[in-house]
């Protein structure tokens, strides 16, 4: 079971990353993680030189469908998250998710497990949510049985776009701004629990199912932002920007930065009112729920992987 050949797509990003550290603790020793970013994907084989890394475009055919024949497991995780460049979503999200699952179609013994997101249940309509509640609907028409399942925000080791970002950008700056009252209800994930509920599913081979992955604690934004403050021992002053002034602010970024860290399209999701649903993920899969604190302690301040950062 432990030599099974296990692919990542997208594995070069906060979850493929984290995954890749459990899998090993766990023994797996047969991991292929598939990824077009090269910086990250180098950061990866510097951490786990005994792990298969390949440079690739999934939303590209290319020699890289090649490692997918045979394969036991597939783990979607491929996802363009943030930017301003909908073409972008569009390739990550869809035209990647079609490659991959035509490459697997006809393989009766290759087990798949799809990283949907919550936002295909969002008031949001943006970039992400659409290009992602596309990306599950291709899975689920597809035919192939496996879990769906669809986290919140995540946070943790190697977070490049929200909570980790942020951390770095308080720890440099005097005043961190914080738009409006801060009081958007978040239900943060912690990506540690996410991804032993992946191996849950592959070492159970759960069949199928829709499954909403949310944390099961509700935290008000600005109250994240002071639990990463006081993790990460920054000194920055938390200052509360008019919501409209914000959105402006981020706006003129936008036209310097082509990948920004964060968007007004994200900001309009921060601040949509929605609250997802809480199953009993613990007794489903077997993965005890860690509390939010004590996840933040272990994302800032782990003497292996807190320090690694991740490029846009």
Known sequence: MLDQRIILAGGAGLVGQNLVVRLKEKGYRNLVVIDKHAANLETLASLHPEVESVLADLSVPGPWQDYLAGADVVVLLQAQIGGNDVAEFEHNN???TRLILEAIKDAANTYLVHVSSSVVESVADDYYSSTKRAQEKLVLDSGIRCPVLRPTLMYGWFDRKHLGWLSRFMQRVPVFPV???GRYMRQ????????NIII???ESRLPGGIYNISGHEKVDYIDMIRKIRGATGARTWIVHIPYRLFHVLLSVWGLFDRDPPFTTQQLEALCADDEFEVIDWPSIFGVPYTPF???VEETFNHPSYSHVVLEF
């Open 200 to 202: 849950s599913c592959i």
């Open 293 to 295: 604190a004590r996840a």
């Open 179 to 181: 738009p409006g009252s």
């Open 188 to 195: 943060p994930l912690y990506v540690g629990d996410f991804c």
């Open 94 to 96: 869809i035209d990647a």
